[in-house]
């Protein structure tokens, strides 16, 4: 059994290593797994668990595009209903307390499809 979890975590890091890492980092964005802690050019974000996964989330999969179904899989799970305006309240305090001053916003709203980490945020920030 040990060797099959070895074998399927080497798998994992060479597939998408991302989903292993316990430092996630994006732009000045930072979310340590293993302290559960998130900070923003250092200052640190107190986060709610729902705007904490739903950042993991974003930062596993930056650039791309996902829409209020497809988060409301991921974060909250399958075998749950919640009306899918609940992710938009979700990402505005996720937004609130990511951009206190005029920092730029490294979520972007994409009209009639969803929301995605900006992948232009990286970049001007990098």
Do not use: C
């Not at 890091?13 to 980092?25: G, I, K, Q, Y």
């Not at 938009?88 to 206190?100: A, E, F, Q, S």
């Not at 730029?104 to 992948?119: E, H, K, S």
């Amino acid at each position: 059994m040990p060797e099959l979890l070895a074998r399927v975590k080497g798998l994992l890091r060479r597939a998408s290593p991302e989903r292993l890492a316990t430092v996630l980092t994006y732009g000045d964005i930072e979310l340590d797994r293993e302290k559960r802690r998130v900070a923003r050019s250092g200052r640190p974000i107190d986060l709610g668990p729902t705007e904490y996964r739903l950042l993991e989330f974003f930062l596993e999969h930056p650039g791309r595009v996902f829409s209020r179904e497809q988060l409301l899989d991921s974060v909250w799970g399958r075998d749950i209903y919640i009306d899918e305006r609940t992710v938009d309240v979700h990402i505005g305090r996720l937004r609130k307390l990511l951009n206190p001053g005029r920092e730029q916003d490294p979520i972007r709203t994409v009209r009639g499809a969803g929301y995605a980490l900006d992948d232009r945020f990286a970049k001007v920030e990098q």
